[in-house]
């Protein structure tokens, strides 16, 4: 994206505003505002001339159409005043029947995600997050358009989740211990805001638990005259229960679970560590068990874990007892859905460990339970590499497994050999079946995070299969899964599925359906913001919006991609896109030729396609005959969409184009 682009901050959560690179911007009158706040509610949809006209006046002069392109062409010089002559817009762009501003920098939107991530942080920082949040709200939203209807949904909405946010944040500092501090800002919240039972209930707690037990009845005592009188209703289950307890004086107010489950935390660890001395072999291994949990929390937990993971290993590894380390390195028996690695670096160390640890256990079959493990490791850290060893790995962990009869040593060879399922494109069969397998496997043996594993797996590969009927039911079990036993993450791949599915729902999608789609992309990079998954985000989003674009076009490259996006791993895949998109032929062909094989994951079959429409592009015949061999073991299926979270339509489309240039005589 552009500089421009990218230093254009918006404000909405208060008077209608913009700024760039921190100055603000001279957005005229009141109908420029109007025109800029409409698009803004539209979150990069295009909204129609026909639609901002009836929207901007109530009986539409005979010069409207023409006065609204004089405002966004104001608006454009304002926004964008860096812009040189003659150069098309890049913010606020014209799309079809209208105008869409591609806006990434949006108070509102960013307090959004600021409360989403606060629901998945420790009491304490969410506390900090949410305070910062809610510093952002300069009056109410899209103050100076109150009486418009346009704009009354969200402004309801963006009320509504400020209102959820302060009591959030009060609830978070009532975890973190910090009763009284919540105590003010609930009474100003009450006091403009008095049906709030959540607010009063919260008010109640934080006074009881700073020792105001008289001020916590008197405030539920005037929570139920103020429904009785406003609302004529009495206080709900919670505001009754908390009456009581407070009465009671119930040990349970205390402390709420999180903060219970701290202190036993506490206590678990103070008797550990006086009772297993320093440096044990038995903490080495414990710390692995908290590395799994540690993996699975989201917000953060999973780069965390990375990390101390091989801080274990090493230590492992320096008391010289292969089975020691095997068993460290063996434990770690997360489960893994993304075919790329979030360390690459670190991953090799720990496949590098792995092997040097095969090398020295005893060959007995005493240790083909250590050996197993091994080898899965080697599977799942290995994944996106092409080489011969990582499979034969975990063809042999898998046949191990299957001797031993052990289900949840089975399940996780299972995981590296789906990791090793991506050799070539058309694989989705193949990781159906091993998805089944997994299901029905962790079902029967209460293997809850492979249970959830195995439907994901179904999911991706039955998108892939544009079977979404069935991935829907998969990813909806998963979701509910992952709700009851506190997997967070899970959240990342069934949003992204979700994503495809509209994606994929037509081939030609008009302009407004092609942006909901890339809403619903956005939404998923915003939940990768934070989990520490480097792996998948790293270059997902402009990919997804890219393959999006070409999805049913193959000829439609130049016009789709972005030249300043950040590609992440991808770039040597979009280099030759880039170079053809700025008009350089030549480096475009020199690109072409220099191109290695896509790494060995669920996203080649996707970046073959941008390899492809460059060729078709260029006329490339022998690239294209290379695309072609890649492709044609994926006929039938959705390219891409194996991965989950995007799709370039079907492979059919792109092996016609193919096909359809090869057959034409090549030009002198």
Known sequence: MSRDRDQVAFGVLGPVTAEHDGVPLALKGPRHRAVLARLIVARGRVV??????????????PTAVGTVRTFVGDLRRALEPGRPPRTPPRLLVTDGPGYALRAQAVDAWRFETAVETAAEEEPARAALSLRAALELWRGPAYAEFADETWCAGERARLAELRLRAVEQRAGALLAAGRPAEAVPDLDAHLSGHPWREEGWRLLALALYRSGRQGDALAVLRRARATLAD???????????RLEADVLAQHPGLDAERGATAARVWSRATEAYDR?????????????VGLLRTLAVTGSGGLA?????????ITAAEESGDPELTARVIGAYDVPAIWTRSDDPAGAARIVEAAERALARLPATPAQDTARCRLLATVALESRGTRSARPPQAAAEAERLARRLDDPALLAFALN??????CTRPGRAPRRDTIGTELVTLAQRHGLIAYEVLGHLIRVQARSALADFPTADEHATTADRLADRHELPLVRVFTTGYRAVRLASVEEDRPPLARGAVADAYREVDRLLDGPGMPGVRDGLLPLALLCLHLAGRPYGLRTAIDPD???GPYLPWIR????LAAHDERAARDALRALPEPPADLVQEALWCVVAAVALDLDDRPTLRRCQEALRPATGQLAGAGSGLLTAGPIDTWLTAIENTLSRPAPL
Do not use: I, N, Y
Request: no cysteine.
């Open 565 to 567: 996006a950040d590609w």
């Open 416 to 421: 590296g050999v789906f990791m090793q399922s």
């Open 230 to 240: 406003q609302l004529g209703v009495d206080p709900g289950p919670a505001l009754r």
């Open 304 to 312: 965390a874990a990375r990390e101390h993971r091989l801080a274990a």
């Open 275 to 287: 009772t297993v001395a320093a440096g044990a072999r038995a903490r080495l291994e414990a710390t």
């Open 48 to 61: 129609p001339v026909a639609r901002l006209v009836a929207d901007l006046w109530e009986e539409p002069p």
């Open 576 to 579: 030759p896109a880039l170079a």
